[in-house]
């Protein structure tokens, strides 16, 4: 009995041991390999998260894009889940990946990839499959024209690489503009000059919040309400100074050197003009667009990707029309430091596949993932907003040479300021730059911006800005985004707290040491008692 029931413990905290490998990180999938061929004699079926703008055109060729495909490929279907917010993309993938139901094919930003990569093969590297010959960039077996490697604008598909391996494939690409009120600036006795300067536009903020005897009229507009200058995401906006100063932000393995005395400087002048209320933010006052259209702000900085809600005769305006004055736009780059070295960010949705058990199911959501990149669907969405199309065979074609060149033709399709800003973004390509990605920098983003918020709202507060302000700030963002719990050095930037589950060879590894162990114990032990028992 006693022999039964040791082996009876043993067998128990095996099974225990391969519940636990089961459960653990990729749940018992192993690496993505690439097949030697996709299967067309089964059926297949993958959801799609993707992200629009609130615009039904966008909407319309997400469902005309899923159509197609599913025509070319009938044993595919492709369900479609929208969303309006890319952090709630991200926060339901996160609560995905821990029940192992992430969704095939995923629209994101390499900062969230950064974060899925922390579980064991939960994100498909992409590298053998875009070099596949069958089936990757502009592959033989394809049954749709996409593009080859050459053809992907390669600066959009680096951004796509995290520590060298490619995770995903780009979609969209935006930067930020300047939108101007040309006819506030020339009032104030100025010109809008090619290339904006972060002196040049506080000086004319400045300027346009002189006011009339009453107090209370401003002289430029005669309205009651001038906020000159805001500011749509102050995290690009903290980013993209401290990279035009050369000052630190962050290294690739996640040290965090936001922290220093640029930042300061920096917050120090915003604070500055945040006193005055010539300087806000959207969180602030709300959206750029409304003020700029209400002839109540002379710049407004936001997305290329939000050009359609700019300007006079914005076809996506959020004011009625009688609040809407009349006035010139002109699109410019954000502020510079230096105008002989201009630097912008380049931001936009990429596309991530997340693995799973069955190989084929993986390789199916490949094929839409890549179709997304065909030139019916990039130049297609690329004319909803001031996106750029991710493809030189896209950007070049003549179909979407001749939408450029149609620009001002009308205020809808072809609506001049959108124009302006899909051009100013495929101008300025090579001046674009991202931020290192690791696990934790999108709280270094949401740390960046947060410093500039803080830093206004306690201006408009009448608090002291100070040195004694800096250091509490400091402190509290760190503490806030758990900044000093990022790996510094690590790669993968990785808390130490939480590095995340084993590689899967590693635990198997460990499983069968551990199983070898048992059994060797479980062996010593049964002949023990053999012995004994022989001997009673």
Not at 43 to 53: G, M, R, S
Not at 67 to 84: D, H, M, S, W
Not at 361 to 390: C, D, H, K, R
Not at 395 to 407: C, I
Request: glycine fraction near 6%; aromatic fraction near 10%; charge should be negative.
């Amino acid at each position: 009995m006693k022999i039964k029931r040791i082996i009876a413990l043993v067998l128990c905290l095996v099974m225990c041991g391969m519940l636990f490998t089961g459960c653990h990180g990729s749940r018992g999938r192993t690496g993505f390999e690439v097949p030697d061929e996709f299967d067309t004699s089964r059926n297949y079926e993958i959801t799609f998260w993707a992200k629009n703008d609130t615009n039904k055109t966008q909407v319309e060729i997400y469902e005309k894009a899923v159509a197609a495909f599913e025509g070319l490929y009938p044993n595919i279907k492709v369900n479609v889940r929208l969303y309006t917010d890319y952090a709630k993309i991200y926060n339901d993938v996160i609560t995905n990946i821990s029940t192992d139901t992430t969704p095939n094919v995923c629209i994101s930003y390499p900062d969230h990839i950064a974060t899925y990569l922390t579980g064991s093969d939960v994100v498909v590297p992409l590298d053998s499959l875009a070099a596949d010959e069958n089936y990757g960039f502009g592959g033989s077996r394809l049954e749709y024209d996409g593009p080859s490697y050459e053809e992907v604008v390669p600066k959009f598909l680096e951004e796509c690489k995290i520590n060298g391996t490619l995770y995903a494939v780009p979609y969209m690409r935006s930067t930020e503009a300047c939108y101007i009120n040309k006819d506030f600036v020339e009032a104030l006795g100025c010109t809008v000059p090619d290339v904006l300067t972060w002196d040049f536009v506080w000086e004319v903020s400045e300027a346009a919040m002189a006011k009339e005897a009453d107090g209370e009229t401003f002289k430029i507009n005669g309205q009651k309400v001038m906020i000159p200058f805001i500011y749509k995401s102050t995290d690009n906006m903290m980013i993209q100074m401290l990279r035009q100063k050369g000052a630190g932000y962050s290294t690739a393995e996640g040290d965090i050197l936001i922290f220093n005395d640029t930042t300061r400087e920096l917050l120090y002048e915003i604070s500055k003009h945040a006193k005055t209320q010539a300087f806000s933010t959207f969180k602030v006052s709300s959206y750029p667009a409304n003020f700029l259209n209400a002839g109540q702000c002379i710049f407004a900085v936001d997305s290329t990707a939000g050009a359609t809600w700019m300007g006079s005769n914005a076809p996506l305006s959020d004011i009625s029309k009688d609040k809407i004055v009349d006035f010139e736009t002109v699109v410019r780059a954000v502020p510079q430091f230096d105008t002989e070295n201009v630097s912008m960010i380049s931001q936009g949705p990429s596309i991530c596949i997340f693995n799973k058990e069955d190989s084929q199911e993986v390789l199916a959501s490949w094929l839409f993932a890549q179709f997304m990149m065909t030139n019916e669907v990039q130049i297609a969405y690329a004319e909803t907003e001031g996106y750029a199309p991710v493809t030189t065979k896209a950007q070049d074609s003549a179909e979407y040479q001749d939408y450029l060149s149609r620009s001002g033709e009308d205020n809808k399709e072809h609506y001049d300021i959108k124009i302006q800003a899909t051009e100013l973004l495929i101008a300025n390509t090579g001046n674009t730059f991202t931020t290192p990605v690791f696990n934790g920098s999108a709280s270094l983003r949401d740390a960046a911006g947060q410093m500039i918020e803080n830093t206004a709202k306690s201006t408009r507060r009448k608090e002291t800005i100070d040195e004694a302000y800096m250091d509490k700030l400091y402190s509290d963002i760190t503490s806030l985004y758990r900044l000093d719990q990022i790996n510094t050095g690590g790669g993968s930037g990785a808390s130490p707290a939480d590095l995340g589950p084993l590689p899967s060879t590693a635990v198997t590894l460990l499983v069968c040491l551990a199983l070898a162990w048992l059994g060797i114990i479980v062996y010593f032990v049964f002949t023990k008692l053999k012995g004994r028992a022989s001997r009673k």
